[in-house]
């Protein structure tokens, strides 16, 4: 019968692919990934100029400061693989049976996102006060929209980044609710304590069930007290 519960409950966590994109994070991650793509292709592709024609060296667009460039081409790149990592781990999540796995799962999100989140504020701040200080020419002129478009999609990722930082933290205060962190059936240790109801159920409680209680204390022939004999 064990086995039985456990493969229902992998079988009932299958996700409906139509239901699975139209949800706020999938959106999320999907907007995020096109933020990258646009952020470190400007740069690659458009970013690394010729300062006129008596300099035919590139140099990065950004007050000619390679670290800019640098800095953004290694923030774009990782938010894209990192949008993909999670994407596969939203699409499996509900496959996952152990509940510390299902815990770390969402932990791990929650700390990339304000990580991600940190990273492109910085390169924001980076780009665009690199940008101010850039001295306008030939070249510079060519690559302009690309560069302003890398510091736009910068602070649009910062939102979405942030965003999806809330989402992952509004799951892990979800975690007391048996649908996200455990499988349909309760701890196959029979002295386990019992998941407390969550909150807005309609029983509220303020810690989780244990063990009925006086089992362990309660005595079957009291110090101090005899039977009277008639």
Known sequence: ME????????AGGAIDP???LKQPQTILRVTTWIFSIVVFGSIVNECYVNKDSQHP?????????????SYGIAVGVIAFFGCIFF????????????VKDRKRAVLLDLGFSGFLSF???VAFCFLANQWQRTTMSRG????ADAARAAITFSFFSIIAWVALAVKALQRYRLGTDMSLFATDQFAADPNAAYP???TGSGIEST??????PFTETLDTNPKGYQVPAY
């Open 140 to 143: 510079v002129s060519q690559g």
């Open 3 to 10: 086995g039985a519960s456990f493969g229902a409950g992998r």
């Open 119 to 121: 990273l492109w504020f």
């Open 18 to 20: 139509v239901d699975f």
């Open 196 to 198: 407390g109801y969550p």
């Open 57 to 69: 060296e590139l140099l990065c667009i950004f007050n000619e400061n390679e670290s800019a460039c």
């Open 87 to 98: 994407f596969v781990v939203d699409l499996y999540f509900q496959q996952i049976s152990s």
């Open 207 to 212: 810690e989780t069930y244990q063990s009925p």
